[in-house]
């Protein structure tokens, strides 16, 4: 039980003794009646973001609004956003409501799109087990393929395999089952909304606490 919801039950019982005693011991350990992470009002720069070891790759193409910057890269292997503003106020508004568009799934409603008109990024998921290459969209094996047939014409030499025209024709893309938002949950640290990619095996929490170790190394 976390400790709002400790504090809620002992409203309940209708004790105002033991009320002032919780109120106390929370006040004492230092856990705060209020619910969400510590408020960061610091404003960061783009330097302090590559410092943190957040690695920018590109731009969005996309023109947020209010927004100075608007980034994508990685860290910690795995892809992330970064939507810089020039105060608090206006991340916790204007990078609010672009973060929660850029993240928005929908339910599959016309062909494979299950995510929001304005999600700009994207990215196939809902693969089955043994589709493609690592279950991630990459090539497989049509049912007509033959290994002896597709190695005649192979040049095989210092790791690098060249296939005849013939063999390639072999190889067919996977289907995607659902192109989502590549960027699932976010966060706001100072003048930073920070999006990030989930893992296949993580749930939303999983994802936060991925967002919040990165978010601990800008200082």
Known sequence: MNCFGGFLFLVRMNNMKYILLIVSLLILNGCSLATGSKNV???????????AGIKSKGDFETK???STDAKWGFFDGREVAILRYPTV??????GK?????????IEVVEKN????LKVEKTKCRGYKPGVGVSGRGGLKLSSSFNANNALS????TNKLILLETDAQEHFEAAPCVRREPMYTEFIIHGNLVIMAEPLPTEDSDGTI???DKMASNLK
């Open 209 to 211: 606490k991925f967002l």
């Open 97 to 105: 409501t672009t973060a929660i568009e850029q993240t928005e799934k």
């Open 113 to 116: 799109i299950a995510h929001g």
């Open 41 to 51: 009002t610091k404003i960061f720069s783009m330097e302090e973001v590559v410092a």
């Open 153 to 156: 014409g192979v040049l095989i």
């Open 64 to 66: 947020f609004p209010e």
């Open 89 to 94: 106020d206006l991340a916790n508004t204007a």
